[in-house]
């Protein structure tokens, strides 16, 4: 896959003042790593927003600065966003150097069908959605895909040392972690306490949700 390309420049706007940026059609962000100066930095919200479609986790970005000879290749480490209307506030990279291997998490992407739920009336439970590895950047993965049809059984389980993963993956989570497994029918009351739980914490989260996003537009977080 050909790598993706994004044109930044320069910013001088910072802290609250940055609300005026975002409003003219412009992102902050900031682009930092190991012996590298942190610059901030401001895009084009519309040229971001396509190149976030299309890059995925874990993937080197060509980061082009306005003003540099070169590009710089660098991870995309963390999307600050509205946390009601999921607009994009903020966006930090992470320069990296292709020769040195780096840390990262992961995401675990359960494939198959489980037997033990299908035959047995069991309930999938996945315990673990990330693992952490290092590995050079270019050959960090995106996903990691986890057969789950040798859970043949109730209570069978699927652990971080099941995993086959190229060997140039060096795992840095504890390998006796349980990644999915399947679990015995739930009764009818159970099901009903754990649906009232949910509920409520669905509740709680969007109040607080709501109240966050009072402040977040005139943040400065993470400015440079």
């Known amino acids: 896959m050909k790598q993706l390309e994004l044109t ?5 706007v910072l802290g609250k003042r940055v609300k005026a940026l975002r409003r ?3 992102t902050p962000a900031n682009v930092y790593g190991h012996r590298v100066e942190s610059r901030a930095l401001q895009i084009e919200t519309v040229d971001l ?9 874990n993937a080197i970005l060509s980061l082009r600065v306005e003003g540099e000879k ?5 991870m995309v480490r963390n999307i600050q966003r509205n946390p009601v209307t999921d607009k994009i506030l ?4 992470y320069q990296v150097s292709l020769t040195e291997r780096m840390r990262a998490d992961v995401p675990l992407l359960l494939v198959g069908k489980a037997p033990g739920v299908d035959d047995f009336g069991g309930i999938l439970l996945q315990s673990l959605e990330n693992i952490t590895v290092e590995a050079l950047p270019a050959d960090m ?4 895909e986890v057969d789950i049809t040798v859970l043949k059984e109730i209570d069978s389980s699927l652990h971080v040392r099941d995993l086959i993963l190229d060997p140039d993956l060096h795992v840095l989570t504890d390998s006796e972690i349980v990644i999915a497994s399947v679990a015995a029918p739930r009764t009818g009351a159970e099901a009903a306490a754990e649906a009232a739980e949910e509920e409520a914490a669905a509740a709680e989260k969007a109040e607080e949700a709501a109240k966050a996003a009072e402040a977040a537009e005139g943040e400065g977080a993470a400015e440079g």
Do not use: I, Y
């Not at 070169?70 to 660098?74: G, I, L, N, T």
């Not at 903020?90 to 990279?93: I, L």
């Open 90 to 93: 903020h966006v930090d990279f």
């Open 70 to 74: 070169s590009a710089r290749p660098v």
């Open 24 to 26: 003219g059609g412009q």
């Open 8 to 12: 930044v420049t320069p910013r001088s």
């Open 141 to 144: 993965p995106s996903h990691v």
């Open 49 to 57: 927003a396509h190149t976030l479609r299309s890059l995925e986790r």
